[in-house]
């Protein structure tokens, strides 16, 4: 091993001499190690953004301007091209470099990117990103309710998902050990059947679609599709997020996670289609919970609250908040514990009807302004 070295570095020593023609001389630095003129300028800098800032606070369906200087004289770009929640706005190419993002690219409530891309020479040169809030254009209603009957409901259903269809009540339980789906008879809250799950999972919400019920559970990131009329198991599914509530929306599906964001689904692979990023006029609105799909709005249980929040599907926006405190008067119920949650909706007559994590009585409201 020895000799090979030392024939190989004397074969390295001649062929330096014969390169660089003396001894004396050393050889240039490979070209790799030095980057070329045009490389080290098309790195430069080449804008700043100058507005807006990031976090900047926006309203729904208004335009605003975005103002670009040239990081140096010298330098500038050939083109500059803008994003704005995925959405391609425009591309300038001359100064001033300015330009408004018109009113139709802020139709959806939520944080956005606004993303600005400088060319040269051809290529994308510099890539800047800012976030941008939208909060909803209207302060929203406060509404308050009137109970038009009240029903029996079992006090040991800790009430996480909640449905009307054809008659019959459909309820999903949570807690571990004590999670279910249930068949009920509204007028006395008799359970009619009942499918338990294991005793690991925590029940949340369920949804009814094409002859099938869907329930999730909260932390374990499985839900499960089940015959309606038999409860028999048809399959199961799998998200990212924790699962909360659920709900048919045309022919989609709706999901909280407990933040502000509502998931639209794909029912029969539930994949997800888009989100939904729920804000009212001030902030975000978090734990979105239990949810209803009613005359073409989104109704949200907001969780350790009596509020339930009416959300505009198509913008995000917070249209209504519906205050029902007060509603349960049962000193043996702590309210703050075993909190607002269910919503239940008659599509056939318009009733509405809402309980509670082991309330006595599941109500029927009408809702007032």
Not at 21 to 43: C, H, L, W, Y
Not at 191 to 217: C, D, H, K, P
Request: with cysteine; net charge neutral.
């Amino acid at each position: 091993m020895k000799l090979i070295f030392f024939l190989t570095a004397g074969m390295f020593i001649n062929w330096i001499l014969s390169c660089s023609g003396s001894p004396d001389k050393r050889q240039a630095a490979s070209p790799g190690t030095v980057k070329s003129e045009a490389a080290t300028e098309a790195n430069k800098k080449l804008i700043k953004l100058v507005a807006p800032e990031e976090n900047s606070e926006l309203t729904l369906n208004s335009g605003f301007r975005i103002i670009i200087t040239a990081d140096s004289k010298s330098n500038t770009p050939d083109s500059v091209r803008l994003w704005f929640n995925g959405k391609f706005v425009n591309s300038i190419k001359s100064l001033p470099w300015e330009s408004l993002v018109p009113a139709a690219y802020t139709s959806e409530t939520g944080r956005k990117a606004l993303k600005i891309v400088a060319y040269k020479n051809g290529s994308a040169s510099q890539t800047i990103t800012r976030f941008l809030i939208v909060y909803s254009d209207i302060a929203p209603k406060r509404n308050g309710y009137r109970v038009i009957n009240n029903y029996p409901h079992d006090k040991d259903a800790f009430t996480q998902g909640l449905v009307y269809h054809e008659g019959i009540l459909f309820e999903g339980t949570g807690q571990e050990s004590r999670s279910s789906l249930r068949k009920v008879k509204l007028e006395t809250g008799e359970v009619l059947s009942q499918l338990n799950l294991e005793s690991q999972l925590f029940g949340e919400g369920i949804a009814i679609a094409g002859g099938r019920i869907y329930q999730l559970t909260w932390q374990s990131k499985i839900g499960f599709v089940y015959d309606l009329a038999t409860f028999k198991l048809i399959n199961k599914f799998y998200y990212q997020t924790e699962g909360w509530g659920l709900t048919t929306m045309d022919d989609k599906l709706v999901m909280s996670d407990g933040t502000n964001i509502l998931y639209i689904i794909e029912p029969e692979s539930f994949n997800v289609l888009r989100s939904i990023e729920v804000y009212d006029n001030k902030a975000k609105v978090q734990e979105l919970n239990e949810l209803e799909y009613i005359n073409g709005e989104i109704w949200a249980n907001i969780w350790q609250t009596d509020l339930i929040a009416r959300i505009n599907p198509s913008s995000g926006k917070v249209i209504a908040y519906i205050d029902l405190k007060g509603i349960l008067k049962d000193p043996q119920t702590d309210t703050g514990i075993n909190v607002l949650n269910g919503i239940a909706w008659d599509s056939s007559t318009g009733r509405i009807f809402v309980t509670g994590k082991n309330w006595p009585k599941l109500f029927e409201i009408k809702i007032t302004e």
